[in-house]
């Protein structure tokens, strides 16, 4: 996937995946994932609102050649052990604080016109006192195009017979999306068309004016969305403000940085990053004006 798409692509596929004050504790992080979830059926079935089957549907001229890649997050449980083998909730190790949380790792399923059906194995990995694991998926990618639409339905088909929502998310996929490519042809923007989408918004990405890629995100975009060239980098609060963020990062107590490092990989790598922006950096972030489009 090319930039500036992949950029874009990112930017939503961890919209939300920890919220500021990035620490397990906040109360905003004790829900996540709440954007663009395709859970298993048994769960949609008890809670209709957390659907098992998102749908994206273009329109396109021509008769191009489709590619739809849908791409999502798939829960990584950090478990924690002491000596005994017990199962605690903090522990040090070589130094380092750390808490039993959950993480995410990237998947991503490639399609063309028909019906893909795709597994992700279960698989767990431990390393001394830390063991890291994830539950199977299984799913459909059903694409669809005729002379006049191209429709992505992704459906989750894994079998669970779980209690609660954490759980659930463990066979969830989270933070569902979808990138779609037509060569031979060209996408029409989802302002001008009635097209029906379920629980996703198709945007035009790329250079300005081009119309060969379509991203279908869980939140609401503008065709051509474009990550602010003066930011240092992600914070999984893609629509807010990046001075504003970087303070509130900086501002935090010893303590609150010390959980921020503890409860993710990724926290930890946004704290060093703020850490180290230089003045010049920071004045970067007062803003920029542009030409509206």
Not at 125 to 133: H, K, L
Not at 134 to 162: H, L, M, Y
Request: glycine share 6%; charged share 30%; aromatic share 6%.
């Amino acid at each position: 996937m090319r930039d500036p798409v992949r950029a874009i692509a990112d930017a939503v596929l961890y919209e939300g995946y920890l919220l500021w004050p990035y620490r397990r504790s906040a109360t905003k992080n004790r829900q996540r994932w709440t954007f663009g979830g395709v859970y298993p059926p048994a769960h949609s079935a008890a809670h209709p609102d957390d659907p098992s089957a998102l749908q994206a549907q273009v329109a396109v001229e021509g008769t191009p050649r489709v590619e739809a890649r849908v791409r999502f997050l798939h829960v990584v449980e950090r478990a924690l052990f002491d000596r005994d083998g017990r199962r605690v909730d903090e522990l040090v190790i070589d130094g380092e604080r750390h808490l039993a949380w959950d993480e995410a790792t990237e998947r991503e399923v490639v399609a063309t016109p028909g019906r893909t059906q795709f597994e992700i194995a279960g698989r767990t990995n431990r390393d001394g006192a830390m063991r890291r694991s994830w539950q199977r998926v299984t799913g459909i990618v059903d694409v669809q195009a005729d002379d006049s639409r191209v429709t992505v339905r992704i459906e989750n088909t894994t079998p669970w017979d779980g209690a609660d929502r954490d759980d659930a998310l463990r066979h969830t996929f989270c933070s569902t999306h979808v990138v779609l490519r037509a060569e031979g042809g060209a996408f029409v923007s989802a302002t001008e068309t009635d097209c029906e989408n379920v629980g996703l918004w198709p945007v035009l990405v790329g250079e300005e004016g081009a119309r060969d890629t379509v991203l279908a995100a869980p939140i609401i975009l503008s065709d051509y969305p474009q990550i602010a060239p003066e930011s240092p980098g992600d914070l999984f609060d893609a629509t807010e403000i990046d001075k504003l963020l970087v303070l509130n990062v900086l501002a935090l107590t010893p303590e609150e940085q010390s959980e921020m490092r503890a409860s993710d990989p990724r926290a930890c790598e946004i704290l060093e990053r703020c850490a180290s922006l230089s003045p010049d950096d920071l004045m970067r972030l007062h803003g920029a004006l542009r030409e509206a489009r």
